[in-house]
């Protein structure tokens, strides 16, 4: 079953009375690729939050926020004031508006907003216990995202079986028209050694003439890309059962498909063929664009 590396998800729990969540969203890259926002507290787990996401999600664009809001009932999370700092503040603040003959009823108001009134809590780093509920969490994000990524996958899957049959009913339609493209071909070397037969009034060896024929007709033969891509979009098909990581391996037979593809529209020497083969590279590309988000 296909994964993408598209996905998102989120996890909430409560660490020393505060309110904690974690958002993971990704999008597709060649590697691994983590973008981690976190707490100052959480900063000395950082190496651990990291090794995690890679282990757990593999690839991809990935984009981790840890962000908190506080809770109301608890005491832990309300600022001090820092009364020294205040009745400084106040006092000269006093002096100079006496000395300036202003007014001091809204010292209070004024003081509060000066730097360092309110003392700034120091960051502890986080208990065992502390950092398994937020390990916790954080796996718990993972497998939403997981879950995401699996609903995509589904989705690609669909897609992709759908283009894929789209490009092997067009191989169908070349088929019958390959024996109608062998003949006029034949006809209309014939048509013009005739007219070059009668303008020179020279004799043409037809022994030789049929080996030409035989040796022209075989360059133009598409038999071998016909079969090529049949198991190029059966290998398609294969890959996809695959448990995961498989991203990289159908983004290379895309690759082999188009390679075959581009030979039938060079061999094709037919605007009905062509016209086909035009359908299969669209169909194709539909496929290498949605390839990069598969994991």
């Known amino acids: 079953m296909l994964l993408s590396m598209t996905g998102y998800g989120k996890a909430e729990c409560l660490v020393r009375g505060t309110h904690y969540t974690i958002e993971i969203k990704s999008l597709n890259s060649k590697a691994m690729d983590i973008m981690l926002r976190l707490p100052n507290e959480f900063r000395n787990h950082e190496l651990d939050i990291r090794s995690i996401i890679t282990h757990e999600l ?24 820092n009364t020294a700092a205040l009745d ?7 002096q100079y508006a006496e000395s300036h003959n202003q007014a001091t009823d809204n010292l209070l108001e004024i003081a509060i907003r000066l730097p360092d009134v309110f003392k700034t809590q120091e960051q502890t780093t986080l208990t065992d216990d502390e950092w398994n509920t937020l390990q916790t969490c954080l796996l718990q994000a993972i497998n939403n995202i997981k879950a995401f990524r699996r609903q995509e996958g589904l989705a690609l899957q669909r897609m992709f079986t759908e283009k894929l ?55 133009l033969d598409i038999t071998e890309e016909k079969v ?31 390679r ?20 299969m590279k669209d169909l194709l590309e539909q496929i290498k664009e949605q390839v990069l988000n598969v994991l």
Do not use: W
């Open 228 to 258: 090529r891509l049949r198991n190029h979009i059966n290998y398609f098909f294969t890959t996809m059962q695959e448990e995961r990581g498989v991203g990289k391996k159908l983004g290379f037979v895309a690759q082999e498909m188009g």
């Open 88 to 94: 400084y503040y106040i006092s000269e603040l006093r």
């Open 58 to 81: 593999e690839r991809g664009k990935v984009d981790c926020i840890i962000y908190c809001s506080q809770n109301s009932n608890s005491q832990s999370n309300i600022t001090p004031i």
């Open 260 to 279: 075959e593809i581009n030979t039938l529209g060079s061999k094709s020497n037919q605007s009905e063929m062509q016209i086909i083969v035009v359908k």
């Open 165 to 219: 049959n789209g490009i092997s009913d067009l191989l169908k339609q070349v088929e019958p028209l390959e024996d109608d493209r062998i003949t006029n071909i034949k006809n209309r070397l014939e048509e013009n050694l005739n007219q070059l037969q009668q303008a020179t009034k020279q004799q043409i060896d037809r022994n030789r003439l049929e080996q030409e024929m035989i040796y022209y007709l075989e360059k």
